[in-house]
Structure formats: structure tokens, C-alpha cells
């Protein structure tokens, strides 16, 4: 069973930091992905980074490149997203997700397991 908690979620005003975090258990393969991905209402869900846990590898959306860094815990059962220098648009509920591949993009395709989502909200 794999499950994914999202934690973390605050209100915050622009140009502030935050860090989620999600806890990871049950995703036990030959390759373990998690990324993190954020939907506002009436908006798409898209991807805004994700990490191959067994090389620590790392992906982000241009839109959070240079602000934002995923990364794990030693026990890799963590992951977290430090979101530096947020902005209005950075709003949205802010869902953990995990896929078993040995690729790992950001567009929605293939991501199997997702978490509860947890609500971020930047504001002037």
C-alpha cells in the first residue's frame, strides 16, 4: 500500500518562504519518483518539480526554477519542497504524487499515487 501525506500548507504574503512536506510510505521499487504538483480552482493541475529518490535527481517547471528545491531526508520516507520568494501565482492546493518508472516527466501522464492535496495561498 502506498501512501502519500502532504503537509505544510499555510498562508503566506509574496516574497515570503514556505516548505511542505510530503511523507512517503509502501513505495518500494526498482524505481521510486515523487513529484510535486499544484492546481488552482478552474486551472489545470501541472507539475512543478520531482526527484528520483534512489539518485536524488531533480526536475522543475520553468515557472519555479530558482525559487523553488525538492529534495528528500536521509531515510528517504520525506520529501520536501522549500518555496522561496513566492508570488500570487504560486496559490493552489500543492498535491505529493509517486510513479514506479525509470522516467519521471512532469506532465500528468503516468503518476499513479497521489496524496490528499494541501492548500497554499500567497497573498500581498
Known amino acids: 500500500l502506498v501512501r502519500l501525506m502532504e503537509s505544510g500548507g499555510a498562508s503566506v504574503q509574496t516574497g515570503g518562504s514556505l516548505r511542505l512536506s510530503c511523507e512517503v510510505s509502501?513505495?518500494?521499487?526498482?524505481?521510486?519518483?515523487v513529484g510535486w504538483f499544484r492546481q488552482e480552482p478552474g486551472k489545470q493541475r501541472e507539475g512543478v518539480a520531482r526527484i528520483f529518490m534512489r539518485s536524488g535527481n531533480t526536475d522543475y517547471a520553468d515557472s519555479v526554477r530558482g525559487r523553488f528545491i525538492i529534495s528528500q531526508n536521509n531515510d528517504k520516507n520525506r520529501i520536501f519542497l522549500q518555496m522561496n520568494s513566492l508570488k500570487s501565482e504560486d496559490s493552489g492546493i500543492y498535491y505529493c504524487?509517486?510513479?514506479?518508472?525509470?522516467?519521471?516527466?512532469?506532465?500528468?501522464?503516468?503518476?499513479?499515487?497521489w496524496g490528499q492535496g494541501t492548500q497554499v495561498t500567497v497573498s500581498s
Open positions: 504524487a509517486a510513479r514506479n518508472d525509470a522516467v519521471c516527466p512532469l506532465d500528468l501522464d503516468g503518476w499513479r499515487y
Open positions: 509502501g513505495l518500494r521499487y526498482n524505481y521510486q519518483c
